[in-house]
């Protein structure tokens, strides 16, 4: 089985497919072992619905990947903690404002 980085910068939906082929693992199969239909699959894979971090957790769980391998996972993290903490919050807002001057 090739070997991964940690995390990849690569979004879900452009990751998914190749890990998949790689591992001969089909869509349909791989929805069932993640708890979603293969229709919900094919939407997220298609930009048509965002994966939720559960859903983008338990795909990489089931590909032997840590949880946080896919860059959404992250940003549902982020977000979260953001929503959470007004002190972050800010800090970043004023990161990025400097940024863009």
């Known amino acids: 089985m090739p070997r991964h980085a940690p995390r990849t910068q690569k979004s879900y939906r452009d990751e998914l497919p190749p890990l998949l ?18 229709s919900y699959l094919s939407r997220t894979l298609n930009a048509e619905r ?18 946080d391998y896919f860059p ?5 993290v982020a977000i979260e903690a953001l929503k959470r903490d ?3 919050r800010d800090s970043i807002y004023d990161s990025v404002k400097r940024r863009r001057r």
């Open 21 to 38: 082929a790689e591992r001969g693992i089909s869509y349909r199969q791989f929805a069932q072992a993640i708890g979603v239909t293969q």
């Open 86 to 88: 007004g002190v972050l």
């Open 72 to 76: 959404e996972y992250r940003e549902h």
């Open 50 to 67: 965002a994966p939720s971090a559960r859903i983008l957790e338990a795909a990489a769980s089931e590909l032997g990947l840590p949880k």
